[in-house]
Structure formats: structure tokens, C-alpha cells
């Protein structure tokens, strides 16, 4: 399967209700690297890289979960590194 990157943008109040815990735990269950971390603006910013079908399985648990804290989503498909990113975390 080809492998994936996207990067999402999810606005609403998505700080300080455990949406980057709840992203982090979820990556678990998945097959994909990637990180999770609030931006200054108000926002969350998660980058998700894998197969395509775990990265959209991924990114729609995470909307299921935090569904009633979201405003908005946008989303990006970018390129996969050369270097992928390895587990997934939370940054500062």
C-alpha cells in the first residue's frame, strides 16, 4: 500500500480537553508515526504518516473522539519524508 502524510489543523476548543492525549492513545491502535501539539493560535496541529488506509482510519477515530470539541478541520496531503517519523508523540 502507498504510504501517506497529512497534516491536519482542527480548531474549535480543542485545548486543554485531552485532545492530544486521546490523539496520542488512538495512534496505537494504528500503524502510524506522526506527532500531535497545540499552536498558539488556539489550534491543534497533528501529523499523521502510513499506509493510507491506517492514516484515514486514524484521523476519523480522532474526529469520532473529539467530535463534540471540533469547529473545523483542515487538511493537508503532503509528500512522505525521507525520513519517516518514528511512533507517534506529543510536542511541546
Do not use: K, W
Not at 33 to 62: C, H, I, K, M, S
Request: proline share 7%; glycine share 8%; aromatic share 10%.
Amino acid at each position: 500500500m502507498p504510504i501517506e502524510r497529512r497534516r491536519v489543523y482542527y480548531s474549535g476548543r480543542v485545548q486543554g480537553v485531552g485532545f492530544r492525549f486521546t490523539a496520542e492513545r488512538l495512534a496505537q491502535r494504528f500503524r502510524v508515526a506522526g506527532f500531535v501539539r497545540n499552536l498558539d493560535d488556539g489550534r491543534v496541529e497533528l501529523l499523521a504518516e502510513g499506509e493510507a488506509a491506517e492514516v484515514a482510519a486514524f484521523l476519523d477515530a480522532v474526529r469520532r473522539e473529539m467530535d463534540p470539541y471540533i469547529l473545523d478541520i483542515q487538511e493537508e496531503r503532503e509528500s512522505p519524508g525521507d525520513r519517516p517519523p518514528r511512533g507517534f508523540s506529543i510536542l511541546p
